[in-house]
């Protein structure tokens, strides 16, 4: 940016102009520059973006992972996280889902008229701040303005690319009867954290999102030797509806076994209160592995060793009749069916 | 989808839900997987997002590029395009004009609550059909529901992965003074259409957008041995833009022809009328080329075997003495200094 530039016409500022976006920045011109150049860029900080060119070039060689998410959730920062450290661990998650070391992503941006030009940034900062501790490049981006009333806010998608490191496929088609189900960690903080946040209920110790990036302990297991059939980060639906995807799609049965899975004391009261169950609630750094039973052992010590799966278990088992069921063993020993809801518990949780 | 699951709850399909969609079908549910495996699946029909994993697989080698642009124009359809086919050819634009071949797409889809969902259909059939048209793939997706009031019908995301052709880098930085500009073809039509469909102005003859995809006449300057400097799509902001965004990366100056750059008598009439310079409206299917002058002739005799380049004309040149600057000589022969719009201009065409 040429600050001399003799004909350089008179051009707010955003910080002159309100502290707001405008639409004008979305618009192609002077100001659209100024923001590109003036908060968006510096805060990614990548030499890629810095280009100013139509996108950004990639060595890759080999197996690639290639995946999207966009990113609607309200409020746009909650105990434990923030829309853009979502925006960034969701799509990392998807990568290590499968089996792929993530490289970069890029990020779409859709601002609302009168978005606090501070909200932006601070939702910038958590982005490269989670993109850093995933050793990630922010390397191309777009970003759109939209007139009030007619987004909510900011909404962000990022696209990531990742090198894949398992040899076999992974994925619901290499799931085998007989296979352990491994869990993790407790479920149901993201979803109770970020409801709790919108509706303003007080719980006497605030409960934080679980979000988190899944990269190294997945990738753990893989470069740990174990012959991973399928992993999948248990978001939207929760435990339950993976489950059931990844019975559907492999056309097998999943048992679970209630007593195993970890759900912490304030998360089940939540629930019990407002009349959800865990199982469906969404988590953004959970994730559920599938190994064969032989494994099974060596893959809990190899997740025990990270932060966030300190607490993994084997919550189950593969099963050839059935197919298509999943079904969970309560605390009686009496086998529930487990389903997708049908509805909406709780929209807009990422 | 298993129809004769025993326990499966009623769950309404989109075509029994008053035919739009609810916050339910973003929800993770069996709503949600109705919508991907009876509608969004079916409109994409590729092997790679019937796999219902996390990300696809793709095998890449050697040099890539990687760009992505969300997209929010309203209205959703207008004479020569619509949301759909601007989402595939804008962002298989940007790949070409890195030089690359685009190889896959991901799409992520904001949906509104209420959005009908013929129109999500028809938007798909378009991506479809505009990915078929540059035979690439659409791999992997996403699919978000905000509540009604939160969004705008539909905004899209793709983001674009492809093969780089180009030997040599392309982007500003490479441009060099000499350089003959050459632009693609006629400005102005996307803007005016999109403007003309939002304000129901009536034309004599309806106004159509330029939409269209760029692969082939770009790749065909590249591939048939020009010393490319840089491409560039004339999106937001126009060729203004555009030139002064390259003018000011390369530190060069830009001198055009005015008499040289194609405005067809109806865009130029509607500028007229409007008040707008054609050279700041949003085109969707016109690029500028930076190359040697000595091999402008050549390019030209390229470009014209393509339809949608068949205008193409040198309309300047670069320049190295006032740098960042961008001028353009009217038929009088007197230069006016030519920039960026400060402000808007026409917000959400693209």
Request: hydrophobic letters at 45%; aromatic letters at 2%; one cysteine or more.
């Amino acid at each position: 940016m040429k600050e001399d530039r003799q004909f350089a016409p008179a051009c707010p500022l955003p910080s002159e102009s309100g502290d707001t976006i405008q639409l004008a920045h979305g618009g192609g011109g002077r100001m659209m520059t100024r923001l590109l150049d003036e908060v968006i860029r510096p805060a990614f900080g990548d030499a890629e973006l810095d280009r100013r060119h139509d996108g950004a070039l990639l060595a890759l060689d080999g197996p690639t992972a290639f995946t999207t998410d966009s990113y609607v959730v309200q409020p746009l920062f909650f105990p434990g996280g923030d829309i853009g450290s979502l925006a960034v661990n969701g799509t990392v998650n998807d990568l290590a889902m499968c089996g792929a070391r993530p490289i970069c992503l890029s990020v779409g941006l859709i601002l609302e008229e009168g978005l606090p030009l501070a909200t932006l940034r601070r939702i910038l900062a958590s982005m490269r701040s989670a993109a850093d501790a995933c050793r990630l490049r922010l390397v191309t981006g777009d970003t759109k303005v939209v007139d009030r009333g007619k987004g909510d806010g900011v909404f962000i998608n990022t696209a990531g690319i990742g090198r894949v490191v398992a040899r076999a496929p992974i994925g619901p088609q290499s799931v085998h009867p007989g296979d352990a189900i491994i869990l993790s960690g407790d479920i149901g903080r993201h979803g109770i954290a970020v409801m709790a946040a919108r509706e303003g209920l007080g719980f006497e110790t605030p409960i934080e999102s679980d979000c988190a990036p899944l990269v190294e302990p997945a990738l753990a297991l893989v470069e740990g030797g174990i012959p991973v059939h399928c992993l999948r980060d248990l978001t939207r639906g929760g435990l339950a509806s993976a489950m059931v995807e990844i019975a559907e799609s492999s056309g097998l049965a999943i048992e679970l076994d209630e007593k195993k899975i970890p759900v912490r004391a304030d998360i089940a009261a939540a629930c019990e209160l407002l009349g959800l169950d865990p199982l469906h609630v969404a988590n953004e750094g959970r994730f559920a592995a599938f190994v064969p039973a032989d494994d099974a052992g060596l893959a809990l010590s190899l997740l025990r060793r990270h932060p966030v799966t300190q607490e993994a278990a084997v919550i189950g088992q593969v099963k050839a009749d059935n197919a298509g069921r999943v079904s969970c063993s309560g605390p009686l020993g009496v086998a529930r069916a487990v389903d997708m809801l049908s509805g909406e518990q709780l929209p807009r949780i990422c």
